[in-house]
């Protein structure tokens, strides 16, 4: 039986969890920096969101 915990994930989360992640590390290769990333940071946020509920976001391994 699988259980899914999206309902609890929202745009209020994501922007929380942005503002508690590290600023300070390597992005790694062909990512944006923190900087970068967060000129865009409400429609990155917005698009990773939409990804995530619909099921077609895939973290890098």
Excluded: C, N
Aim: hydrophobic residues 35%; proline residues 5%; positive net charge.
């Amino acid at each position: 039986m699988a259980f899914s915990l999206s309902h609890h994930i929202g745009f209020d989360f994501l922007h929380e969890a942005y503002r508690r992640t590290r600023k300070d590390g390597a992005p790694g290769v062909g990512w944006p920096d923190s900087g970068q990333y967060a000129k865009g940071l409400e429609g990155s946020l917005r698009d990773l969101l939409e990804r995530f509920k619909a099921g077609t976001y895939r973290p890098l391994r």
